[in-house]
């Protein structure tokens, strides 16, 4: 269950990260609105205070969540900006989730 609960907390974190890069980058590049980059400040405290919340070391948090990042990416790619992932993307992202489980699912012994 402690594995579904991090996956879970990853996966919301990643989106609040995704989205406080976001709107910056719809204020710089697309002429929106600066205002935008008040919800986005907003966003990545969240993202920070989200990844805070891991019971494990900080280096193995950040590790491990960079798979989840990924494949949120791969999703934003396709749901957000129109873009279908190629299967190469597919499978760099599964390849992500492997070494994540890798780094979470290891034992925590003596090294």
């Known amino acids: 269950m402690e594995l579904v609960r991090t996956a879970l907390l990853f996966m ?3 989106a609040a990260e995704i989205v ?13 609105s600066a205002w935008l980059l008040a919800p986005a400040a907003i966003s990545l405290a969240l993202f920070a205070w989200l990844l805070s919340l ?4 900080s280096g193995r948090v950040y590790a491990a969540y960079g ?3 990924i494949c949120m990416a ?4 396709w749901l957000v900006d129109g873009v279908r992932p190629t299967a190469w993307d ?4 599964l390849a992500a989730l492997a070494g994540m489980f890798i780094i979470m699912a290891g ?3 003596a090294a």
């Open 20 to 32: 406080g890069c976001y709107l910056p980058y719809l204020w710089l590049r697309q002429g929106r």
């Open 12 to 14: 919301l974190t990643a």
């Open 90 to 93: 597919v499978a760099g992202g």
């Open 107 to 109: 034992p925590r012994g």
């Open 67 to 69: 798979g989840v990042y």
């Open 74 to 77: 791969m999703g934003w790619l």
């Open 54 to 57: 891991h019971p494990t070391a």
